[in-house]
């Protein structure tokens, strides 16, 4: 799968999680490329239904460009995505 969106609206965004439904898990072998150009590392949970790329940013206005496989029984896939950008509060 590839996939890219744009970041409309005005956060930078620091991380982007993808999470699969009970039907579905990511491919984590070495012959396939998990990847993101905006962002240095990626982590997949043992269960391979959540995969979060990190290290890196996507600022308002850019796109983000993600690559990855995914296995499923389903004939239609259920697939949720996070986005995560830095706390405003100042610590108080």
């Known amino acids: 799968?590839?996939?890219?969106e744009t970041n409309?609206?005005?956060q930078t965004w620091v991380a982007m999680?993808?999470?699969l439904d009970e039907d579905s898990t990511f491919v984590n072998d070495a012959d396939t490329m998990v990847m993101s150009r905006q962002f240095a590392k990626s982590f997949?949970?043992?269960?391979?239904?959540?995969?979060t790329f990190f290290d890196?940013?996507?600022r308002p206005g850019e796109a983000l460009l993600k690559?990855?496989?995914l296995?499923?029984?389903?004939?239609k896939p259920a697939y949720v995505s996070s986005r995560y950008s830095p706390?405003?509060?100042t610590g108080r």
């Open 1 to 4: 799968m590839i996939k890219s």
């Open 8 to 10: 409309l609206t005005s």
């Open 17 to 19: 999680q993808a999470t």
């Open 44 to 51: 997949m949970t043992p269960d391979l239904r959540t995969l």
């Open 56 to 58: 890196g940013e996507v």
């Open 67 to 69: 690559v990855y496989s």
């Open 71 to 75: 296995d499923s029984t389903s004939r």
């Open 87 to 89: 706390s405003s509060r």
